[in-house]
Structure formats: C-alpha cells, structure tokens
Nanobody, 124 residues
Framework: DVQLQASGGGFVQPGGSLRLSCAAS????????IGWFRKAPGKELEGVSC???????YYADSVKGRFTISGDNERNTVYLQMDSLKPEDTAAYYC??????????????????WGPGTQVTVSS
C-alpha cells in the first residue's frame, strides 16, 4: 500500500522560502517517477515539479528558477525547496508517484485517493 505524506507547509511573506518534504512508505524512491502537485481553491490540480523516472527533473514554467526538487534515497524522501515565493503559489501541496507539470484532471489523477496535502500560504 503506497502512502506519501507531504509536510512542511506554512505561512510565509512574499519573497520567502519553504521546504516541503514527501515521506514515502510502500514505495521506494530510487529514481522512480514522483511529483509535487498543488491545488488552490477554484483552480485545477497542477503539476509543479517532478522526477520523471528517466533521470531528469521537470518544472512547470510558473515555478522554474524558484523551486528545486531533490531526493534522499536513504530517507526515502523527496523535497521541494521553494524560494522567492509569490501569493499565487498559495495552495495545498501534494506528492504522488507520477510525473506531470501541467494541469491535470482530478479524476484522471485519482485525486481522492491521495494523502493529505500541506498548506502553503504566501501573503503579506
């Protein structure tokens, strides 16, 4: 049973930073595809950044140059370093074992089965 738990969200002012963590159980992160996603009220589910499982990392245009995805095989954990945060980054952030950097249908993503996200709020 795959479980991915996102944590590390919080409240931060514009320009600030946060680091999110995604701890995996029942799933071995070892170069496998895994991604960070976000969902803001009234907006579609959006892929933010991911490991493609092909040795490459991918970023949505909206976060390129500001966010960095990394992984720790020993801890079986994936991180998302978020710098230069903007109010439009406000959302609940989730991790899931696939890669996408576009908007994605919640039905296609089986969003209802995902673990709880972590809320990021960027505001002055």
């Amino acid at each position: 049973d795959v479980q991915l738990q996102a944590s590390g969200g919080g409240f931060v002012q514009p320009g600030g930073s946060l680091r999110l963590s995604c701890a995996a159980s029942g799933f071995t992160f070892d170069g496998s595809a895994i991604g960070w996603f976000r969902k803001a009220p009234g907006k579609e589910l959006e892929g933010v950044s991911c490991f493609g499982g092909d040795g490459n990392t991918y970023y949505a245009d909206s976060v390129k140059g500001r966010f960095t995805i990394s992984g720790d095989n020993e801890r079986n954990t994936v991180y998302l370093q978020m710098d230069s945060l903007k109010p439009e980054d406000t959302a609940a952030y989730y991790c899931s074992p696939f890669c996408a950097i576009t908007t994605i249908s919640e039905e296609v993503a089986d969003f209802g089965s995902w673990g709880p996200g972590t809320q990021v709020t960027v505001s002055s």
